[in-house]
């Protein structure tokens, strides 16, 4: 090796060391600043304060904002409003609109009027998470006041924690939403597959959630949602301890702002309320309650997944391992037995799973706001016009030229109880299991109550809990590398004359390849033991939590059938159920040829098994040929129609020349209405155009085409 080419190297890896310093120092300062004004929202976007959520009767530390559009926005007042709810799990506000191409920015693109539910870093006395639901319903009523020509309730979208708070907000008042995203967010929370997902076994591995309530209580009754954060970054120590570090120090110049602009919400960490951890814990990630119904508000009021009329998207994927796509979608399989349950309860339920997005891409990565984000809010319409059902969104990429923008299609095909078992669900013995750990949670809990707890707090005060918050590994590695140590202020004009003598290695120098084996070799490293780790959590969680003496102590036994049974039905919704559907059968013979039109294109667009834009378009173009049909008249004939079709589709069909009017010239010129719209739809498959001719058949429109359909 040339000895010029280690001189070189020696001279780059000191250059960029004290760079890297420099840049750690940056953010050091950058997170002292923070927490010295409070949580700093990370928003690019301006904003006007509508509602404090403090001076609510139940105050809690959120507010409303409206976001001001940008330069050369053009918002349209008729388009619902988008309501964006960031998580507080660990983190300030603002990850929903901190690029362009964001949730945020998608909306202002399409030209929807935009709303924020911001938060401040400290909670306010007594805020408890029912507060929080509640005042979402407050921000959102008032969003559904401010825009009462908009052509529906606000768009809501709902990033990991901030989903469930979301739809804990739906529950109490389905009423005041419209379609909502619940990107990465858990709602069955024991969910998961054999061999992932260790996450889900920690509450069991550490005892359950009474060492929270030891911590809140340490904090003087405030939780650090850092060691949240601290969960996260244990997921991949590889990518915490060493990779995220390493490529800034690899290229400091390329990776500073990335990095800092990052590390200002990554080290932006807020506090909880000791009763808020508590209940998150016990009645969501340790005792998994919400998918099942098992939660009621101090008002009485039940919280019922089932109780949302709105549509609901379920967006996770594959490579979230946090947020697992059984986690973001078991919560279907504890309520409903089958999809005609789902249908019968009114709900239209969708999903969309990707195939490699880590979790916080899933709310915060460009190509996932310009691909996913921006097709939801593009398709908002379309999606609140689906009738009940279990559908999956497929967004796929059109194809397209050299130079050209990227662009993509959106589909909605219909999907069974099936498809969501087949990505991996429970076993029986696995519910068991969890709801063990449930049970030895609440036991440990009662004993640190009665026996530890009056120590803890007879111990504990404000100055401790100043400790126990400054003192947090993931804070002290921010101050540290601030200027608050005298050692690193004199990295700054160390770094500064770097900047000025910096002369890179060439990058074919052979010790560049030797430091890419090394780093792999950390990584290699730092994977194994993880690996190694969350195979010994797993198999310790079996084996402890499955044995049948625990269980047995637990007061669970093999033959009482699953732990949390399903939500049973009420006889007031069976009533309704039924009553709705003798409605729709007294409905099959009546109706105007708007009906018609909307009953011939659903029928003919079942037979492709998938809905697209284009057939929306077709739907649409159809039946606002119809003097003085709104919007809102266009998809409630659509999701009425789908219905009827759904509870008889012969009869319906059957009727169909009973909604047009008797002279054959009428039946004609609609029959040519429907074929002139229908090619919007795309090349019909077999039993698509199977389902034309029959409709024309039935129209009379053409002899050949009966003789055809009574050979069938």
Known sequence: MPSNAVTDYARDFWQRSI?????????????????????????????????????????????????????????????????????????????????????????????????????????????????????????????????????????????????????????MRPDLVGPIVVAGTPLSYWGGVHGKNAMRY????????????????????????????????????????????????????????????????????????????????????????????????????????????????????????????????????????????????????????????????????????????AQFINNMELIDAMPPGLYEIVITEKPTGEGEAVDYDLAIEERGLDDIRALGCNTGEDEREFAAAARISELNNALYQTFAQPWVKMVSGPQVARAVIELNPLRV?????????????????????????????????????????????IVQALNLLRD????????????????????????????????????????????????ERSRLRGKIGEGTPMDAAARVLVYVGKGQHRIERSTFDALRKLLLAYPHVSETEFKAAVREQWAILAVDEPAAMTALAQLLPPEPEARREFSDLVQKALPVMGELNVEGQRRLRKVLHLLGADDEVGQEVAAE
Request: charged share 20%.
């Open 19 to 171: 760079l890297f310093l420099d840049i750690l120092r940056e953010r050091g300062n950058q997170h002292e600043d923070m927490v010295t004004h409070g949580a700093t929202s990370v928003l690019i976007y301006d904003s006007e304060l509508v509602i404090r959520g403090d001076e609510l009767p139940h105050p809690v530390n959120y507010s409303l904002l409206r976001i001001i559009p940008p330069a050369g926005a053009e918002i349209d007042d008729r388009k619902r409003p988008v309501y964006v709810v960031d998580p507080r799990a660990g983190q300030g506000p603002g990850i929903g609109g901190f690029k362009q191409l964001s949730e945020i920015g998608d909306a202002f693109k399409a030209g929807h009027p935009v709303y924020f539910a911001g938060f401040s870093a400290t909670p306010v006395e007594g805020q408890r998470i029912e507060d929080v639901a509640r005042a979402h319903t407050i921000f959102l009523k008032r969003v559904a006041d401010l825009h009462p020509h908009a052509l529906g309730k606000p768009f809501v979208f709902g990033n990991c924690q901030a989903g469930w708070h979301a739809m804990l907000a739906a529950c």
């Open 202 to 373: 920690l509450g069991g591995w550490y005892g359950g959630s009474w060492l929270d309530r030891m911590m809140s209580d340490m904090g003087n009754g405030i939780f650090d949602a850092a060691w949240l954060v601290a969960n996260f970054d244990n997921l991949n120590p590889a990518n915490t301890f060493w990779t995220k570090q390493y490529n800034v120090w690899a290229n400091p110049e390329q990776e500073r702002s990335r990095y800092l602009e990052f590390e200002k919400w990554w080290g932006d960490f807020v506090v909880l309320r000791g009763e808020e951890m508590q209940w998150m814990v016990d009645n969501l990630f340790i005792g998994n309650k919400l998918s099942t119904g098992q939660i009621v508000t101090s008002e009485g009021i039940r919280l019922d997944l089932r109780e949302i009329k709105a549509p609901i998207v379920c967006f996770c994927s594959h490579g979230d391992n946090i947020t697992p796509p059984q986690q973001a979608l078991d919560w279907i399989l504890d309520n409903y037995r089958s999809v005609d349950e789902i249908r019968e309860c009114g709900q239209r339920i969708f999903y969309t799973i990707d195939a490699t997005a880590g979790h916080l891409a899933i709310f915060v990565g460009t190509k996932i706001a310009a691909k996913d984000h």
């Open 477 to 521: 590695g921010y101050s540290f590398f601030s200027d608050k140590n005298f050692m690193m202020r004199l990295v700054a004009p160390m770094a500064e004359q770097v900047k000025v003598e910096r002369s890179p290695a060439s990058a074919d120098n052979p010790l560049f390849a030797m430091q890419r084996q090394f780093s792999s070799a």
């Open 532 to 579: 190694v780790r969350d195979e010994h959590v797993e198999r310790s969680f079996h084996a402890i939590y499955g044995s049948p003496l625990v269980q047995a102590i637990c007061g669970i036994s093999q033959n009482d059938g699953p732990p949390r049974p399903r939500p049973g039905l009420s006889p007031s919704v069976l009533t309704a159920a039924e009553r």
